[in-house]
Every structure is written in C-alpha cells, then in structure tokens.
C-alpha cells in the first residue's frame, strides 16, 4: 500500500509540474525552495491543555515547495500587467513529511500515581509519519514588486489552503501487546467506528485545511528567505492512530491537527 501512496503522490507532483510549465507561458514565473522545522502534534496522547503534552509530542517536518509568481514573467524577463492580484497573492504549491514520536504526558501519568491503569498508560507508546501534498493561495499585504526590487526587505503573508495526506501509524506499549486488559487502559479497549480498539496501527489518507502566517526576507535578487508558522486540522482522529469512543469519552471530540514552524529557502527560477 506504501508503494501504492508514494506512486500516486509522484503522479500528482508531475501533473503539477506540467501544469506549472504550461502557465508559465501564460505570464508566470516559478520559484522553487525547501523547508524544515518543529512539529508539535496536537493528539490523544496526553492530558489536553497540558503544556508538558504539548511540548513532549513533536517531531520534525521537511518539504520542497513550488510558486506561481503572478508578478513577473520568466519567457520576457518582464513584470506582468500591474494589478492587484498578480501585485499581492501567490499560489503555492507543495509535498512534505513529517514524523512525530507519541507518548502520555500530564497528571495521569505523574510519579505519584502508581496504580495499573497509570502504568499502562506510562507505557503506552507511538508514532506517525504523514506524507502531504496540496496547495494554498498565499497573500502579501505589500507590494510584492516593492519587495522583489529591494535586498533585505520584509514581506509577510498569509495563506490558506487544503492538502491531502497519508499516514502511517504506530501504537504499541513496553508491558506487552497492545489488546489486552493487562496492558491498555480501559477506554482504548472500547471499539470505535469500525474498528475493534480505540487504537490503530493502520495507515490511511485524509484531508486537512492549511492555514500559514510568516514573512519574507529578501536575501539576493533571486533567493528569499522564509519563516512561516503553520496551522493544518485534519479531517479524522485516527492520524495520530488513537481515538477513544467519542459517545463514551467526551474529552475526546477533537480531530487531530499540528503546529508546524519551519524556515525554508526560495529559489526564483529565470
């Protein structure tokens, strides 16, 4: 199924790249780069509002990116007709990765607790890796021209867009197999959905919404560098690989979502 995944993702990047190919003769130009950073995965492990929980389940996130830069045309070496879409918005599009190692942090899980049911939950391990590919539509509230015209000028931007990913998930504890009533804690042993545990170690796809705030800074003529702070929600709570019974467990509603900070380099294509 890996395969499967991965040769459909290669599909999609080369229909993205002939499209982009094609608009470029339409007045566009390209700009490619790469980013990186931490990813703090909002998920069922843990305590919910729990800053150790936050700042314990994380991983790290790497991509390439892609722009259409409505501004300029690459086949001319000329700006486009000034208007204020083409002067303040940008398409992006993108395929990234990310991995994130789960475990349960918070008060349930404190030293003082020693009953089994805490140390079933101490033990309870995970993690998952999520293969993404989308686009957004990002906007520049200054000129985007004025931007490119000046070394060491800022432009932030904001952005909003969907992606659609796959997962791999991992759940398993150190006390033995996961299915048991001697190693897992009473509410992942309930069923949920189709599903005989509320705890998976099946992969999957699913759609997320992307939304970004960052900025800019105009390194050369031809390359940027990027800061950019990413919000993205999925549309399931099996992508971490746990979902307790929504009908039985209440604190358990939310799907999964992360926060995701990363830097990245921006080539501008001639």
Known sequence: MLRNNWLTVLTLLIFLGISSKTNAQFGFSHEIGAIAGPVAFQSDYGERHDLSTNAGNTGIGVGIIHYLNFSYKAECNCYTPETYFNDHFKLRSEISYNKTEFEHFGEWVSPERT??????????????????????????????RDF???????????????????????????????????????????????RQYGFSTEGGSV???????????KLAPLSDLMIDLRFQYYFSDWVDGLKPNPTLYKENKANDWLVWLNVGYIYYLQ
Do not use: C, H
């Not at 904001?158 to 009473?186: D, K, R, W």
């Open 115 to 144: 009953s089994l049911a805490a140390d079933q939950l101490r033990a309870m391990k995970g993690n998952s890796a999520v293969t993404n590919i989308g686009m957004q539509l990002e906007y520049f509230p200054l000129s985007i």
């Open 148 to 194: 490119t015209a000046r070394i060491g000028s800022l432009a932030p931007f904001i952005s909003l867009g969907g992606q659609f990913s796959y997962y791999n998930t991992e759940a398993y504890s150190t006390m033995g197999p996961l299915g048991t009533p001697l190693t897992t804690y009473p509410k992942y042993l309930t069923p949920t959905d189709d």
């Open 207 to 217: 759609w997320s919404i992307v939304s970004s705030v960052g900025t800019r800074y």
